[in-house]
Structures are given as C-alpha cells and as structure tokens.
C-alpha cells in the first residue's frame, strides 16, 4: 500500500518529466533499476527483515519502476499509427500480460517446498523426536530455497527488465512527434520551440 500510494504522487511527475526528456530514458532506467533492486528485496525477505523489506519494496516499485510504469502507456501507444493505435497496444499489452502471469508458477516451480517440513506435529514423543532430528535438514532446504529465489527468480526478473530495456534502446523516440504522426516512418519531431510552445499551451 505505501509502494502504491508513493507511486500514485510519482506517476504524474515522472509523466511530465518524461515530456521534457523523452520516453526512452525514463523506461530504461526505470526497468533497469527496478531489476537490480530485486535482488536485495529477496534478501530481506529471505532474512525477515521487515522494515527493509519494505524500505525496498517502496523503493524499488513506489519509486524506481515508475520511470517505466508511468511512461510506458504513452512510449507504446505513440510506437503505432493513429488508425491502429488503440487495437495496437491492447493487442500487444494483452499478449505481455498473458506470459507473463505464468511467472508466479514458474518461480514456485523453481523454488519448491522444504519437502517433508510442513505438516502438523503431534504431541506423542516419537513424532516429536523425529522432527526435531528432521529439523537441520528443514533449515539446509529452506536456506536452499532463499539462494534459488534470490539469484535464479531475481535472475529472471532482471533478465527481463534488460529486454524491456534495449527494446526502449533500440526504439524510435516519440515525444516530440506529432500524435497524428505517430508510427509513421516518415514522421518528423517538431522542433524544441514549437514542442515548449505547445506544452505551454496545454497546461494552460
């Protein structure tokens, strides 16, 4: 809840500043940043850091990733041509969303339970007994299972804010293309006077 109040305050200024700067830049740091920080929030976790866990958590989505969530709408709208533009980006968007909603059970996948540790203990004494010799072993696998999802989960995830990244890199920059310019190969950026102008004009 703080990560997403922190973000609802950042959105529209990140928004604006992605106008005077560019949508690129703002998405690639964004991405990027929000990927390297997920390994030290899995840490925390995986240590039952609580205030840290959240000082990361709001860090890493209420602050970081909003250079890609805040500009993203308008940087993969403004990639398709006015009469596509719409069908376009939810085509798109909704094939991204479908893929990656799989990834939660991938990542459970990889992680796997400590095998044999979860259950309830009874009270008669051999049962007991024969937990707490079980008990190192449950610790081993446990502490297996917070170095998988720290390196190989966070290692997905950063792995893909790096191609969420270059495809921003590799993209053509739009903001200072007409929108009914738009997606198309032989539109031209205004220039940076016409384009203040015209930001003047509209917060007015």
Aim: hydrophobic residues 45%; proline residues 4%; neutral net charge.
């Amino acid at each position: 809840m703080i990560g997403n109040v922190t973000a609802m305050i950042l959105i529209p200024y990140v928004g604006a500043f992605s106008d005077r700067i560019g949508r690129r830049r703002p998405i690639i740091v964004g991405a990027l940043g929000s990927g390297i920080l997920v390994f030290p929030y899995l840490y925390f976790i995986s240590q039952d850091n609580v205030p840290l866990t959240i000082l990361f958590a709001v860090l890493m989505w209420g602050c970081v990733y909003q250079g890609y969530n805040a500009v993203f709408p308008s940087f993969y709208q403004e990639m398709f041509p006015t009469r596509t533009r719409v069908t376009s980006f939810a085509v798109a968007q909704n094939i991204g969303t479908l893929i990656t909603a799989f990834l939660p059970t991938i990542f459970a996948a990889i992680a796997g339970p400590t095998t044999g540790c979860v259950g309830t203990i009874k009270t008669d004494a051999a049962t007991y007994k024969k937990f707490l010799s079980a008990k190192a072993g449950c610790l081993e696998q446990a502490q297996s299972v917070h170095t998988d999802v720290i390196w190989t989960v966070g290692g997905i995830a950063f792995g893909l804010t790096i191609i969420a990244a270059i495809s921003a890199w590799s993209a053509r920059e739009t903001f200072r293309i007409h929108l009914n310019d738009c997606g198309e190969t032989w539109a031209e950026p205004v220039s940076t006077k016409e384009y203040e102008e015209a930001r003047v004009a509209a917060h007015a």
